[in-house]
């Protein structure tokens, strides 16, 4: 436990869970509290944290709640989607991405008050605590943190509900039976994780109230039987137009996420591996992002050369391992950051796509920097290309296998 602790900057949703954790950090550290309640786009009104944490003492000054979505898009997801990045070959990284803007903002709200620790509500199984703290840490080295679920002895739900009601913490309807899973939610995706979802040998479909789920889409059997033609725009590798109408980057994220939930796009069922070595089942909805990532694809397989798309592909996991161990903030993500962005220079142009049944397929892709060439791959007659020089190429890259041979016998 961190002695002499003046002031904390908590993460603070305004939920039960934060709302203990306000709470025990006035009892247990006798400090003063600082709450940050971030709009991530999570699709839930977060003006009522203020009134919350009113009720439980936090001064005016000391509560801060912004709307960050633009920040969000534009500086954690679409660097991001530069890279197509997927962790472990399927996950979008929604939760990862969110974390270290959440870390930014927590130290950069500490240094203007004054702070001298950070709290979070991440618990110590998970991979989160290592986000939060890995952020922490790379942008404040000696801040102070405080992490109450490796503190405390509130180790189940009953605990908390009666820690809650110690206190007078208001108990919202539903939370004082067993939660059938855990959410996390922002502009990119829904996580649901834990309790029903725990055996991975079981389909969701099984479980009572499945169909109720999903946030963000419809499932595809529910799709329309219509499909649905979009084209994108990009410049430098970030989208910018939907159907020729420019967009902010938070306005492209929404709109995508529309369309996609509409058309019952973008659901997962994974087992990951998590950082600190468990394997972890979890559902996962990110309608916008899958199309965004269908179509970056799409409009780089015309833009980028073939060293620099399978460069970029070598170096992918690599990226996206960083992101979801948390280390946005390392110079080795930098540095990756650098090179990708170096490879999107031209990344430029259209990509249309078909919608349709939880699909989204490239269906066609334009660019003024387009280095496909017609006339050297039709199987017409041709006047650039000459067939013939293809055979000494083929013997040079075949003589190291045809001395090998010879030498082997």
């Given at each position: 436990?961190?002695?002499?602790?003046?002031?904390?900057?908590?993460?603070?949703?305004?939920?039960?869970?934060?709302?203990?954790?306000l709470r025990?950090?006035?009892?247990?550290?006798?400090?003063?509290?600082v709450t940050f309640?971030?709009?991530?786009?999570?699709?839930?009104?977060?003006?009522?944290?203020r009134e919350?944490a009113?009720?439980?003492?936090?001064?005016?000054?000391?509560i801060f709640?912004?709307?960050i979505?633009?920040?969000?898009?534009?500086?954690?997801?679409?660097?991001?989607?530069?890279?197509?990045?997927?962790?472990e070959?399927?996950?979008?990284?929604?939760?990862?991405?969110a974390?270290p803007?959440?870390?930014?903002?927590?130290?950069e709200?500490?240094?203007?008050?004054?702070?001298?620790?950070v709290?979070?509500?991440?618990?110590?199984?998970?991979?989160?605590q290592?986000?939060?703290?890995?952020?922490?840490y790379?942008?404040?080295?000696?801040?102070?943190v405080?992490?109450?679920?490796?503190?405390?002895?509130?180790?189940?739900?009953?605990?908390?509900?009666d820690?809650?009601?110690?206190?007078q913490?208001?108990?919202?309807?539903?939370?004082?039976?067993e939660?059938?899973?855990s959410?996390?939610?922002?502009l990119?995706?829904?996580?649901?994780?834990?309790?029903?979802?725990?055996?991975?040998?079981?389909?969701?479909?099984?479980?009572?109230?499945?169909?109720?789920?999903?946030?963000m889409?419809?499932s595809?059997?529910?799709?329309?039987?219509?499909?649905?033609y979009i084209?994108?725009?990009?410049?430098?590798?970030?989208?910018?137009?939907?159907?020729?109408?420019?967009?902010?980057?938070a306005?492209?994220?929404?709109?995508?996420?529309?369309l996609?939930g509409?058309?019952g796009?973008?659901?997962?069922?994974i087992?990951?591996?998590?950082y600190v070595?468990?394997?972890?089942?979890?559902?996962?909805e990110?309608p916008?992002?899958?199309?965004?990532?269908?179509?970056h694809?799409?409009?780089?397989?015309?833009?980028l050369?073939?060293?620099?798309?399978?460069?970029?592909d070598?170096?992918?996991?690599?990226?996206?391992?960083?992101?979801?161990?948390?280390y946005?903030?390392?110079?080795?993500?930098?540095m990756?950051?650098?090179?990708?962005?170096?490879?999107?220079?031209?990344?430029?142009?259209?990509?249309?796509?078909?919608?349709?049944?939880?699909?989204a397929?490239?269906?066609?892709?334009s660019?003024?920097?387009?280095?496909?060439?017609?006339?050297?791959?039709?199987?017409?007659?041709d006047?650039?290309?000459?067939?013939?020089d293809a055979?000494?190429?083929?013997?040079?890259?075949?003589?190291r296998?045809?001395?090998?041979?010879?030498?082997?016998?």
């Amino acid at each position: 436990m961190i002695k002499d602790v003046k002031k904390v900057v908590l993460a603070y949703s305004g939920g039960l869970d934060t709302s203990i954790i306000l709470r025990w950090l006035q009892d247990t550290y006798q400090c003063e509290v600082v709450t940050f309640t971030a709009d991530l786009g999570q699709g839930e009104e977060v003006e009522p944290a203020r009134e919350k944490a009113r009720l439980m003492g936090i001064k005016e000054e000391n509560i801060f709640i912004e709307d960050i979505r633009e920040e969000f898009v534009r500086d954690f997801v679409f660097p991001m989607f530069r890279a197509n990045a997927l962790y472990e070959g399927i996950y979008l990284l929604g939760t990862s991405i969110a974390r270290p803007l959440i870390a930014k903002r927590q130290i950069e709200i500490a240094i203007a008050t004054g702070a001298d620790a950070v709290s979070h509500g991440a618990t110590g199984k998970g991979n989160d605590q290592v986000r939060f703290e890995l952020g922490y840490y790379g942008l404040k080295p000696d801040i102070k943190v405080i992490a109450p679920w490796r503190e405390w002895d509130l180790h189940s739900r009953t605990a908390l509900i009666d820690y809650a009601e110690k206190h007078q913490i208001p108990i919202p309807k539903g939370k004082r039976g067993e939660a059938p899973y855990s959410m996390d939610a922002n502009l990119l995706h829904v996580s649901y994780e834990g309790k029903i979802l725990e055996d991975p040998a079981k389909s969701p479909e099984d479980f009572e109230g499945y169909a109720d789920m999903f946030r963000m889409t419809v499932s595809p059997e529910e799709a329309p039987d219509k499909p649905e033609y979009i084209e994108i725009g990009f410049e430098k590798g970030d989208a910018v137009s939907l159907d020729g109408k420019a967009l902010s980057p938070a306005e492209m994220l929404t709109a995508l996420n529309e369309l996609g939930g509409k058309h019952g796009i973008g659901r997962i069922d994974i087992v990951e591996n998590r950082y600190v070595g468990m394997k972890s089942r979890g559902v996962y909805e990110t309608p916008g992002g899958t199309i965004l990532l269908a179509a970056h694809r799409g409009i780089e397989s015309i833009c980028l050369d073939r060293g620099s798309a399978h460069l970029k592909d070598d170096i992918m996991p690599r990226y996206a391992e960083l992101i979801y161990n948390g280390y946005w903030f390392s110079p080795e993500r930098e540095m990756l950051q650098a090179l990708i962005d170096k490879s999107q220079e031209f990344v430029t142009g259209t990509v249309r796509l078909k919608l349709y049944k939880g699909i989204a397929g490239v269906v066609g892709r334009s660019s003024p920097y387009s280095l496909y060439s017609e006339a050297h791959v039709t199987f017409e007659e041709d006047s650039v290309y000459n067939q013939q020089d293809a055979e000494g190429f083929i013997k040079l890259n075949a003589l190291r296998l045809r001395l090998l041979n010879r030498a082997r016998g």
